[in-house]
């Protein structure tokens, strides 16, 4: 019986490869970076079909001992060794019209060694995808300038809504947005569900596929699982376990009131500087998103990062909630329904919170907090989020239920009035506004 391929999606990053192929493909090569499983490999031969005549893939995680002693062989030789892959892969090769591929580069460092050559040569563009922390760490070698790295993430919400068929409905999302003028309660609602829905399954392709496939949430977990279970096998290759323990204890620490990294937390009596170069790793991977802390909220805002004291989220909620519900022994489908109509007691503050994060994180946004001191209160303040916009930064609080109260964000404006544009509260309510600050439905985040 033949297997079905899973379905290609509909992805945002592509527009990114078609600016590289027309204005930097003959000057530099690209790296897709991002986390496993992101759809990294799908969307670069995807574009390689669609805008080329032809493409050789190659895959190092797979790659046999004879492309690679190719490459050993005939670094010095360009012409020889695109004849030897030519004729290995069965590909005929344009000058200028074939795009190569080295997918998993990190697997055989020697590749991406030699990119710096193969962007001279000039006959063929060259695209890669993996992971360069993990290239630093193999070969102790320096990124070539000849490279441009742009990351992928999981999904965002409307490439959901595209592969789910519910594309038109984020257009009236956007419209919404740009007008300030909340939405019916009936379409709100059925945003809210479709978003909860999102928030379970992720933004993993494979996840997705699952659901669209499937419509089992039983089968999302699996994909889901199989995705961490490669994770673990990636952290555990790349380190003695300390690494393992720091990644384990993600769920632990986003659970907290403070969210901010404790080395106690993950093992007491432990100290920051056992996790220090491991915390380097996690951030660099992409397996989590780092928001730090700006001590001071100025526009210039890296300047005033704090990046000792920092949060790690996770790069993709549908797969932090398959970490929170491990050990829970109860039927999947059940737990999944109980947390799409809110039933299940479960943090959802920690939940939403790094569904905002992965949203700004898509967006192109730095995450950054602030922890701050009051005149108002003997204890020290903290708000979720501050972006900068201009001369001036935007605050969001989350909220998982109620909007009120919100003493932080109150002192926080108070406080800095002079430096802030708006101010939002990010919650599964409808859009509206209240003493100057507007509250935004979850599902608008990535407009913001």
């Not at 945002?12 to 600016?19: C, H």
């Not at 419209?175 to 939405?183: I, Q, V």
Request: charged residues 25%; hydrophobic residues 40%; neutral net charge.
């Amino acid at each position: 019986m033949k297997k079905n391929n899973p379905p290609v999606f509909r992805r945002k990053f592509y527009d990114v490869l078609l600016d590289w192929k027309e204005n930097d493909s003959h000057r530099y090569a690209l790296m897709i970076e991002g986390v496993r499983r992101v759809g990294k490999s799908t969307i670069a031969e995807q574009f390689a079909k669609n805008e080329y005549k032809s493409y050789i893939l190659i895959d190092f995680m797979n790659a046999s001992d004879t492309v690679k002693e190719m490459f050993n062989r005939y670094s010095d030789d360009l012409d020889k060794l695109f004849l030897m892959l030519s004729g290995y892969y069965n590909v005929m090769l344009y000058e200028h019209e074939s795009l190569i591929i080295f997918d998993e580069v990190q697997e055989f460092p020697r590749a991406h060694q030699i990119v710096k050559y193969l962007v001279k040569y000039g006959k063929y563009p060259i695209l890669e995808t993996g992971s360069l922390i993990t290239l630093k760490m193999r070969s102790r070698m320096t990124q070539p300038s000849e490279v441009i790295t742009k990351s992928m993430n999981p999904m965002d919400l409307e490439e959901f809504m595209w592969a789910i068929g519910k594309g038109i409905q984020y257009g009236i999302i956007k419209d919404s947005f740009d007008s300030m003028e909340p939405l019916t309660d009936g379409m709100h609602k059925e945003l809210m569900d479709t978003y909860r829905t999102y928030m379970i399954v992720g933004g993993m392709p494979q996840a997705v596929s699952a659901l669209i496939e499937t419509n089992n949430f039983l089968e999302v977990e699996k994909a889901k699982t199989m995705i961490l279970d490669i994770y673990r096998r990636d952290v555990w290759r790349e380190d003695d376990g300390i690494l393992a323990e720091l990644f384990n204890s993600i769920p632990s620490m986003l659970n907290r009131t403070s969210k901010v990294f404790s080395p106690s937390v993950v093992k007491k009596g432990a100290r920051k500087m056992r996790y220090t170069k491991r915390i380097s790793w996690l951030c660099s991977s992409k397996m989590v998103n780092p928001c730090y802390n700006c001590t001071n909220p100025d526009p210039a805002i890296a300047q005033y990062e704090d990046r000792s004291d920092l949060k790690m989220y996770f790069v993709d909620t549908g797969l932090l909630i398959t970490m929170m519900l491990e050990a829970n022994i109860a039927d999947r489908n059940e737990l999944y329904q109980s947390l799409l109509s809110g039933d299940l007691s479960m943090n959802q503050g920690m939940i939403f919170e790094n569904m905002v994060s992965q949203a700004l994180t898509a967006s192109g946004r730095n995450l950054n907090y602030c922890r701050f001191v009051s005149d108002e209160s003997d204890r020290t303040q903290e708000v979720d989020f501050l972006v900068a916009d201009g001369r001036r930064v935007n605050v969001m609080e989350v909220k998982s239920s109620r909007v009120n109260p919100h003493r932080s964000l109150d002192r926080f404006i108070r406080k800095y009035k002079d430096r802030i544009d708006r101010k939002y509260i990010i919650c599964t309510k409808n859009m509206s506004e209240m003493d100057d600050i507007i509250i935004v439905p979850i599902y608008m985040t990535g407009l913001i």
